[in-house]
């Protein structure tokens, strides 16, 4: 009996462990985000102060409030022209057989493991061609490099695992692709669009090296970048009390968003790779 | 079905129609987004291309890669991106990168694995908790860990002298002994969740009586680990392992953020980026793009091949 009162405690002391270690940083970005003045540098595990002063200066000052609306602009965009075009060819991908669908899903695997970086020269060209350069259609234009071949992907493998037995009513109705996609489909597709668009969301609003390289202007940028690049007036003036206010107000929604979904994020983030 | 030969393969014929109409807008939206682009990456590595004038590119054959001149003394000078000590270094940064952060990822995600294949009260607990590090962007995390780590200021440093680990505090992102650790820390940190839920996801397929009959004979617990969870997981492990390596290889945002301007920390991705866009050397910077995507389409290759991923769309 002992012996297992031994290895409870342990295993608990592990969790807890386990739990502090992921939780710690954002709690203490969130305390240190209500500090300022002195209180920011003195050394402190528990909440000692509660000032709103950095949130207030965040959202006055500069444009973080235009950042963050470019941010939920660009990644919205995003998930719906990758869910769009994501549907039609995973339900052809899955559905219909042809020559060169191996092929096919071969090279959009590949193109989700293609580095960033070595489209960045091409990209750049690209984009300046189409007078996109420091525009938000060039940062949703360019984030389509790597959402649409993860929802592709994952919803091929969601189409692949229904029955046949669904579309066959459809079919002898004489019911066109398109109808079966959208009445027979898109019905029963409803958690994998959640969770992939969700992971899609996450994807292009944490995004920074498009962002980063693609524009030039403070009113062009997406939250990221404005964070990377909050310094003070010198480099011993950090103002970390407003960095930490920037990054909660960009990462609770995340974080609530993830928690609330958690059981689907999961599920889907597996999906890409276990199955896959 | 009932239908008639001539009715069926009219149909398939409209089926496969409607399927090339699907797929079109994601393939041209790929090939003009990806492909295109990298292909005029690579051509770009084999011109004098500047960022500023990019249309005047000339070919220069692979001389950003490597060229040489013969002196009248008979001696040889070579240059390039292949003789470039700078370049080597963030290929040696990377890879020790990659290697170290995933191994360590493995190690700690396959405890936080069996923890939550446990049945315990508050596991939901646990589960969502080590959402929150793969939830918050990279920028972020390295932003608070920045601080977390500070030297002067830094709750890491004060907890680790409390504790006694060290006497005096830690410059950790400037000092160049120990750049790379903060940057393996906070990497560890951020991406350990995602292993540990890849690595979950296999442990759930492994049957629960396998375990049972192995409680029944006596095997021992750690025995138990060796000779059954571990060859089981194999699979789901491997898979995890190789997402994150080429992953880890392409390491851009943290590096940028937590440690801008240490030559222990430069990865291929920060240093190609710095020579394409901030130092004006637009083709040489494509030439280090270019080597980068070599490398890791090789690795790409050998994951496909090692993971043999089932590629078969089903039968349709």
């Known amino acids: 009996m002992p012996m297992s009162i031994v290895k409870n405690t342990a295993f608990y002391a592990l969790v807890v462990v386990i739990v502090v270690c992921a939780v710690f940083p954002f709690y203490y970005a969130i305390i240190t985000s209500f500090k300022t003045g002195s209180a920011l540098f003195t050394i402190e595990y528990w909440p000692t102060s509660f000032s709103m002063a950095n949130y207030v200066n965040v959202i006055a000052a500069g444009s973080f409030t235009r950042n963050l609306l470019n941010s939920i602009i660009v990644s919205g ?33 590949s193109v989700s493991m293609f580095p960033q970086i070595a489209v960045l020269a091409g990209l750049f060209e690209v984009i300046r061609l189409l007078g996109l350069y420091n ?107 407003i960095i930490m206010a920037a990054s909660v107000i960009v990462t609770v929604p995340l974080v609530v968003l993830v928690l609330i979904f958690q059981r689907k994020i999961i599920s889907g983030l597996t999906a890409g790779g276990v199955k896959g | 079905m009932t239908a008639s030969p001539i009715v069926r393969s009219e149909l398939l014929r409209q089926r496969s129609r409607s399927a090339r109409l699907f797929l079109l807008p994601m393939i041209l939206a790929l090939a003009v987004v990806a492909g295109w682009p990298l292909i005029r990456t690579i051509y770009f590595s084999f011109t004098d291309a500047s960022l500023t004038n990019i249309e005047a590119a000339k070919w220069v054959g692979f001389k950003n890669y490597l060229s040489w001149i013969q002196l009248k003394s008979g001696r040889t000078i070579y240059s390039g991106l292949l003789v470039d000590p700078a370049w080597w270094n963030a290929v040696w940064n990377t890879v020790r990168f990659s290697i170290i952060s995933v191994a360590l990822e493995a190690f700690f995600g396959m405890i936080i694995a069996l923890v939550l294949n446990a049945e315990f009260k508050g596991r939901g607990i646990v589960r969502a908790a080590i959402l929150i590090p793969w939830a918050i962007p990279t920028i972020v995390s390295a932003r608070m860990w920045g601080w977390m780590l500070n030297d002067q200021f830094g709750i890491l440093n004060d907890l680790f002298m409390r504790v006694g680990l060290i006497d005096h505090p830690i410059a950790w992102t400037a000092s160049s002994d120990t750049a790379m650790i903060a940057v393996l820390i906070v990497d560890v940190w951020k991406t350990t969740p995602f292993m540990a839920l890849l690595i979950l996801a296999g442990l759930q397929m492994i049957p629960g009586d396998i375990y049972e009959a192995a409680r029944i004979d006596g095997v021992h617990p750690v025995k138990q680990f060796f000779r059954i969870t571990l060859p089981l997981v194999k699979p789901a492990l491997m898979v995890a392992i190789i997402f994150r390596l080429l992953d880890a290889m392409r390491i851009f945002d943290l590096i940028y953020v937590l440690t801008p301007n240490s030559a222990q920390t430069k990865t291929m ?23 980068l995507f070599l490398v890791i389409a090789l690795m790409t290759m050998l994951a496909i091949w090692i993971g043999r991923v089932k590629l078969d769309g089903g039968e349709r």
């Not at chain 1, 995003?78 to 057989?97: G, I, K, N, P």
């Not at chain 2, 991705?269 to 050397?281: C, M, P, T, Y």
């Open chain 1, 135 to 241: 525009t938000l259609g060039g940062l949703v234009f360019s984030y389509m490099i790597f959402t649409l071949p993860f929802t592709v992907w994952v919803l091929t493998t969601f189409m692949r695992d229904l029955p046949v037995e669904i579309e066959e009513a459809a079919i002898v109705d004489g019911a066109t692709p398109w109808v079966i996609i959208t009445k027979v489909f898109l019905p029963l597709m409803w958690p994998a669009l959640v969770t992939t668009g969700l992971l899609a969301f996450i994807a292009a609003w944490n995004e920074f090296l498009f962002a980063l390289t693609f524009t030039s202007s403070t009113e062009t940028r997406t939250v990221p970048v404005t964070i990377a690049l909050l310094t003070g007036s010198s480099a011993h003036e950090v103002p970390w009390g």
């Open chain 2, 269 to 291: 991705s920060v240093l190609a980026r710095e020579n394409l866009i901030e130092f004006d050397k637009f083709a040489y910077g494509s030439a280090q793009s270019t080597l």
């Open chain 1, 77 to 109: 965009c995003v998930v719906a022209f990758s869910l769009l075009m994501a549907v039609t060819a995973a339900f052809a991908l899955s559905r219909v057989r042809f020559r060169g669908r191996s092929l096919l899903l071969l090279t959009i695997l």
